[in-house]
């Protein structure tokens, strides 16, 4: 069943915006190319940053420590925790670029903006906010219920 709502849009049985299906021009494609690969190249040095400064240094100079004395307990827990907490961060960030490869190849294939489930137009500000986006919103609310 399908609604208008009050902007002319249609709604689907939920009251949500039903995708509408158009092709994505050339340039847009090229904005949220050029888009993809900034946010590529930040996150990469984001994770080799922490990458080196997590996994590279020791114990004695990650801390800032001179002295060959050891440390208590409680700031070695400290130290493995803020170590785990990072490489958490590192592959979180390492999925968010395999997303954004994912799309770049989309890009080149122009089935970019397409959505995986309904094979419908993603909304271009959902691009802009999450470029490297696979499905469209109602599919993804429909995924995360």
């Known amino acids: 069943m399908t609604v208008t709502g009050s902007a002319g849009r249609s709604m689907g049985v939920h009251g949500r915006p039903i995708c509408v299906e158009v092709k994505m021009k050339a340039k847009d494609r090229k904005s949220f190319k050029e888009l993809l690969l900034q ?3 930040m996150l990469t040095g984001d994770v080799n940053h922490m990458k080196d400064e997590t996994l590279s240094k020791s114990r004695q100079e990650a801390s800032g420590d001179l002295s060959a004395m050891p440390l208590h307990m409680a700031d ?5 925790y803020e170590q785990e907490f990072t490489l958490g961060l590192v592959e979180s960030e390492e999925e968010e670029l395999r997303e954004i490869d994912l799309a770049l190849e989309r890009v080149e294939n122009k089935s970019f903006g397409i959505c995986e489930t309904c094979s419908k137009s993603i909304t271009k500000s959902r691009l802009k906010a999450k470029p490297q986006a696979r499905l469209c919103i109602a599919c993804k609310r429909e995924e995360e219920t």
């Not at 070695?76 to 493995?80: C, L, M, R």
């Open 39 to 41: 946010r590529r190249k």
């Open 76 to 80: 070695i827990g400290s130290e493995n």
